[in-house]
C-alpha cells in the first residue's frame, strides 16, 4: 500500500541529507524504494509496572528497563539539548502527604536529573497543555525548573476551539529519544502501567520528532491558527510512503491532529496517526493485537457526542472479511466511563466458528489496588499504554483510541514494519526479536491473571 515516490519526496530526502552533512551527522543512504536508511539507530522498550503488581518474566527473556530509570539516564548524559513534551507535568505529589512515600521518589529523581542538565548549561526545553481552565500541572515542579528550563504552554482550544496536548516525548541531544504512553508524572513511574519505545544513536528520527516538537513550540506563540506554509522547517520527508530503512525495517513518526499535518499546499509530508494506524489494520493478514486503555467509536468530550466508526469498522472488516484473529486488552479502573462496555460487548460478540479462525476477543486489564493508600490514590492503578501489533508491524502511540484523540488532539506514534518487500534490506535478527519483544508483553498481558474475559451475551 505504499504510493510511488514522486519528485517531491526525492527532493525533500536530499534536502534532509544535506542539512544533516552541514550538522556533523552521518549521512543516510537512499534505498531503491525512495526511503533513508540508518542502520545506526538502536532500539529498546522501557515500562513502568504498578508497586505490588507481580508479572511473569517475558517469554523470550528481553528485560525491560523502568520507565524512570531510562529517563534519568537519558537526561544525565544530555550535553545539548532537552527537549520535553508532556499533557501535564506532576513530577512530585502535588499533595504534601504523598511526597515521602516510597514510590514517589522516582518521579523525584526525573526532575532533579531535569535540574542538574539544566545546571550543566544543557538547553532545556519543555511544553506542557494549557487548553483546560484548570491545569493539573504541579505549578511547584515548574517554579523548581524555570531557573534551568524554558517552559511554554500549548493551547490547543485556543487554536482547534477544541483539543488538548496529550503527546508524551523527550528528546535529548537531537539522537536519543523517548516516546510513550507514560506522562511526566510520578504516578507513570510507580502505579500506572506504561509503556514506550527508545531509540539511542538515531538522529534522523529524533530530529524528525523535534520537528513536531518545534510544531508545539511555535503554535503555542499563536493566537489563531497560523499558516502552515509559513514554517518549511515542519515539513518532513519521512512518513507512511517514504519510511526511514533502519535493520530492515521501515520506520515513520505520525501525528495528529491533522490541522498541524496541514493538506494540499498547507502540507507537511507528516503522515496522520490515524492514517498510520489504519494502515497497519488494513495490511494484516493474520492477527492485530492491541492493548490501549480505552475505546470508544463516539466522542468522550465536549457538548456533541459524534460517532466515529473508522477504526471501529476497520477491525470488523478485518475479523469477518479477512478472518484476521482481533485481540483486544482494555482497562477497567476507577474512572471507566459508563459507556465503554456497550462498545466493547458489541466487538466481542463477533465471535464463530464460520470466521475460520477470525473473530475478536475482548479483556479487560485491571491493576488492582492493595491497601488504603493506594486506594485512595487518584488517576493510578490503570493500564495506561497505547500499541498495536500486527502480523505485519507495531503502532507505538501517546493516544486512546477514541475520535478526539484522532482528529483535534496532539499524539504522536512510531510505526514499525519489516522490510519484506525489499530484499537488498532484509529484516536483521534484531529487528525482528524487537517486534517480537512487543508480542511478548501483549501475551504476558492478556494472559495474566489481571486480564478478565467479557462474557459474551446470547
Not at 533513508?36 to 511473569?56: N, T
Not at 539522537?175 to 511526566?184: H, I, K, V
Not at 494506524?277 to 466522542?299: C, F, G, K, R, W
Request: with cysteine; charged share 25%; aromatic share 10%.
Amino acid at each position: 500500500m505504499f504510493e510511488p515516490v514522486t519528485r517531491c519526496d526525492v527532493f525533500l530526502l536530499l534536502v534532509s541529507l544535506v542539512a544533516m552533512a552541514f550538522n556533523g551527522l552521518a549521512s543516510p543512504s537512499i534505498s531503491s524504494s525512495g526511503g533513508l536508511v540508518d542502520d545506526e539507530c538502536k532500539f529498546s522498550f522501557a515500562q513502568s509496572i504498578p508497586d505490588g503488581l507481580v508479572l511473569p518474566p517475558l517469554q523470550h527473556g528481553a528485560d525491560l528497563k523502568p520507565t524512570h530509570e531510562v529517563l534519568v539516564d537519558m537526561i544525565d548524559k544530555a550535553t545539548s539539548t532537552i527537549r520535553i513534551a508532556s499533557f501535564y507535568m506532576e513530577l512530585t505529589p502535588q499533595q504534601a502527604n504523598l511526597s515521602d512515600h516510597e514510590t514517589a521518589k522516582p518521579g523525584f529523581e526525573v526532575r532533579e536529573a531535569i535540574k542538574k542538565a539544566g545546571g550543566r548549561n544543557v538547553n532545556v526545553e519543555i511544553i506542557v497543555d494549557r487548553s483546560n481552565k484548570n491545569s493539573i500541572t504541579n505549578e511547584a515542579d515548574i517554579d523548581y525548573l524555570k531557573d534551568v528550563a524554558s517552559i511554554k504552554r500549548l493551547n490547543i482550544r485556543r487554536l482547534l476551539r477544541s483539543g488538548i496536548l496529550h503527546s508524551k516525548f523527550i528528546i535529548v541531544d537531537n539522537s536519543t529519544f523517548y516516546l510513550g504512553s507514560a506522562n511526566f508524572d510520578w504516578r507513570s513511574y510507580s502505579q500506572v502501567k506504561e509503556i514506550g519505545v527508545v531509540a539511542h544513536n538515531c538522529p534522523v528520527l529524533a530530529q524528525d520528532l523535534d520537528k513536531i516538537f518545534q510544531t508545539y513550540s511555535v503554535m503555542s506563540e499563536h493566537e489563531i491558527m497560523p499558516e502552515l506554509r509559513e514554517f518549511p522547517e515542519f515539513r518532513t520527508s519521512i512518513n507512511l510512503q517514504t519510511p526511514l530503512i533502519t535493520n530492515g525495517v521501515k520506520m515513520f513518526l505520525a501525528g495528529s491532529p491533522p490541522a498541524f499535518n496541514g493538506r494540499d499546499e498547507q502540507a507537511t509530508g507528516r503522515s496522520g496517526d490515524i492514517d498510520a494506524l489504519l494502515h497497519l489494520i488494513y495490511t494484516a493478514n493474520h492477527t492485530i493485537d492491541i492493548s490501549v486503555m480505552n475505546y470508544s467509536p463516539q466522542e468522550e468530550y465536549g457538548p456533541y457526542k459524534y460517532y466515529w466508526p473508522r477504526i471501529d469498522n476497520a477491525l470488523r472488516e478485518a475479523a469477518v472479511r479477512r478472518h484476521v484473529r482481533v485481540r483486544l486488552l482494555f482497562s477497567r479502573w476507577s474512572n471507566s466511563k459508563a459507556t465503554e462496555s456497550m462498545w466493547y460487548k458489541s466487538l466481542n460478540a463477533i465471535q464463530s466458528e464460520a470466521l475460520e479462525g477470525g473473530g475478536i476477543f475482548v479483556k479487560l486489564y485491571e491493576v488492582p489496588a492493595l491497601d488504603d493508600w493506594q486506594k485512595e490514590l487518584p488517576y493510578a492503578r490503570v493500564k495506561h499504554d497505547k500499541y498495536m501489533l500486527t502480523d505485519t508491524g507495531l503502532w507505538l502511540g501517546t493516544s486512546n483510541w477514541a475520535p478526539g484523540y484522532f482528529t483535534k488532539t496532539c499524539g504522536v506514534s512510531l510505526v514499525m514494519e519489516e522490510n519484506h518487500q525489499n530484499q537488498e534490506q532484509p529484516s536483521s535478527s534484531s529487528s525482528s526479536q524487537l517486534i517480537q519483544t512487543m508480542r511478548d508483553v501483549f501475551e504476558r498481558d492478556f494472559n495474566s491473571e489481571y486480564a478478565h474475559e467479557l462474557p459474551r451475551d446470547c
